[in-house]
């Protein structure tokens, strides 16, 4: 099983919100971690978009607009990216990431669709 | 502003070294508040962490690929290199170099990359 799993796509309206979940492997509490997560647009890098621990221990990326935020849901052991007021310019995948056995474990991606 | 860009070969033969080089812009790489990382995609393995170093020479590497990897820093090109020894043709992705955050908010640990660079595409073939 893999350490982090996110729904393969996901599609949504302009102007809605989309929950974007990061699922840890049974086993490895998410309460622990900071996630991280990043948008990526075809032929373009990984962009950070933020980190999230807990309410007090979280980081915007640098021009990351506020309808970009994270949290978590421990019943579900998942962290969770809400983008808010979608916008066609929000079509992307997006990666979580955490620091796990030594290493930086990314999500396999889930593509985010608007229409 | 910081800009990362990576260069060396497209082209890497089975069995020998894939070797490239990120040249920081817009900042030093000697700065006490961040690190230097390498990371890779591929479309069957999704994005890898491959490696990560610190001005002074300190390094952390992905345990699966740790015997293979060496990383070095020339804090007077501000540049840092990746060598990946005995590459095969899982090795082919698009390699990123980037930044990682150690010094924000309430302290310094070991962040995630926070700025990357556009990425090169190796492809391992004979």
């Known amino acids: 099983q893999a350490v982090l799993t996110q729904p393969s796509s996901l599609s949504a309206s302009p102007g809605a919100s989309a929950s974007l979940t990061c699922t840890l492997r049974s086993g490895i509490n998410v309460g622990t971690y900071r996630i991280y997560w990043y948008q990526q647009k075809p032929g373009s890098p990984p962009q950070y978009l933020l980190r999230y621990k807990s309410d007090s221990d979280n980081q915007q990326g640098s021009g990351v607009p506020s309808r970009f935020s994270g949290s978590k849901d421990a019943s579900a052991n998942a962290g969770i990216l809400l983008i808010s007021g979608l916008q066609s310019e929000d079509e992307a995948d997006y990666y979580c990431m955490i620091w796990h056995s030594s290493a930086w474990v990314f999500g396999g991606g889930t593509k985010l669709t608007v229409l | 502003q910081l800009q990362l860009q990576e260069s060396g070969p497209g082209l890497v033969k089975p069995s020998e070294t894939l070797s490239l080089t990120c040249t920081v812009s817009g900042g030093s790489i000697s700065s006490s508040s961040y690190y230097w990382g390498w990371i890779r995609q591929s479309p069957g393995k999704g994005l890898e962490w491959i490696g990560t170093?610190?001005?002074?020479?300190?390094?952390y590497y992905n345990p699966s690929l740790k015997s293979r990897v060496t990383t070095s820093v020339d804090t007077s090109k501000n540049q840092f290199s990746l060598k990946l020894s005995s590459v095969t043709v899982a090795d082919t992705a698009v390699y990123y170099c980037?930044?990682?955050?150690?010094?924000?908010?309430?302290?310094?640990?070991?962040?995630?990359?926070?700025?990357w660079g556009q990425g090169t595409t190796v492809t391992v073939s004979s």
């Open positions: 170093i610190y001005y002074s020479g300190s390094t």
């Open positions: 980037a930044r990682h955050d150690r010094c924000s908010g309430g302290g310094c640990a070991f962040y995630g990359m926070d700025v």
